[in-house]
């Protein structure tokens, strides 16, 4: 099958049988100072090895576990900070979205729209994103099969949207368990678009911590490493300078002192398994 080819901006593709590429921010925009540090050390870090850089972080993390729990600047400001990495760091941007709405305000500042693993089946989300024209990344649900998620994939191109990036982030495994079936990535690869592993969120431990989820960090490179040996296209990975003080998943974020050794290592893997 075709490997497509996705533009994220002039000058700017990922897929198609190119290099592996990586997504990679704090979970939320917690201040304009810690996005640009994080877009900068980890895009010094991916360009160092070729490997092609996206920044993300999301404005309003709605689906938190408390409503005490922090969900972000808000779309106004959220935006502003991202529009700002963008030209200050010159990378491309990623951030989730919510509602319709969110789908359009965003579109005019984002490189990339993230439909959230638990809207993945929200019609009229996946299809408004989809028309503002800009690539997609459909994070598969929890819930879902691999081989069910072509369903969302078609809501996406019924809208006229081919530019999208599939995102596998681990199944639901009993109470506060997930678990990664690495045969999601061939599977998902089937439908020709670029697949990328959620090395982040795959290792969360839902609702663990009782009003907040929790996580096994020390989990994130092997999951990883096994996924870049698998095929993936990309890797999608939460960092932070200090993630023990991250103001939303802080348990399964990885440090951003660690991720130029966790580059190297997927690099070395994807070279052996004869990819770009």
């Not at 689906?63 to 779309?75: A, D, E, F, T």
């Not at 802080?250 to 660690?258: C, E, I």
Request: proline share 6%; glycine share 10%; aromatic share 6%.
């Amino acid at each position: 099958m075709d490997k497509r080819k996705i533009r994220i901006r002039e000058g700017f593709e990922v897929g198609g049988g190119g290099p592996l590429f990586l997504i990679a921010g704090p979970c939320v925009a917690e201040s304009p100072k810690l996005c640009l540090e994080v877009a900068q050390r980890a895009k010094e870090a991916a360009d160092r090895l070729g490997i092609p850089y996206i920044f993300k972080a999301s404005y309003d993390k709605a689906n938190r576990s408390s409503v005490k729990s922090y969900r972000g600047p808000g779309l106004s400001k959220g935006l502003d900070i991202l529009a700002r990495v963008r030209e200050r760091a010159g990378v491309p941007v990623l951030t989730d979205v919510h509602s319709e709405r969110e789908a359009e305000a965003a579109a005019r500042v984002a490189d990339v729209l993230q439909i959230p693993a638990f809207l993945c089946r929200q019609t009229d989300l996946i299809q408004t994103a989809a028309k503002t024209g800009k690539p997609l990344n459909l994070k598969k649900g929890q819930f879902l099969a691999p081989w069910d998620f072509r369903l969302a994939v078609e809501k996406a191109e019924a809208a006229g949207n081919r530019s999208l990036i599939l995102t596998e982030r681990g199944t639901s495994f009993g109470y506060n368990q997930l678990v990664v079936d690495m045969r999601a990535i061939p599977i998902l690869q089937e439908t020709g678009y670029p697949v990328v592993f959620d090395g982040t969120h795959s290792v969360q431990e839902p609702g663990a911590l009782g009003n907040a989820t929790g996580g096994r960090r020390d989990m994130i490179p092997v999951l990883v490493r096994a996924a870049v040996a698998a095929g993936a296209d990309g890797i999608f990975l939460e960092v932070h300078p200090k993630p023990d003080e991250a103001k939303c998943d802080a348990q399964n974020t990885l440090s951003l002192g660690d991720l130029p050794k966790l580059l190297a290592e997927i690099q070395g893997i994807r070279k052996a398994v004869g990819g770009a």
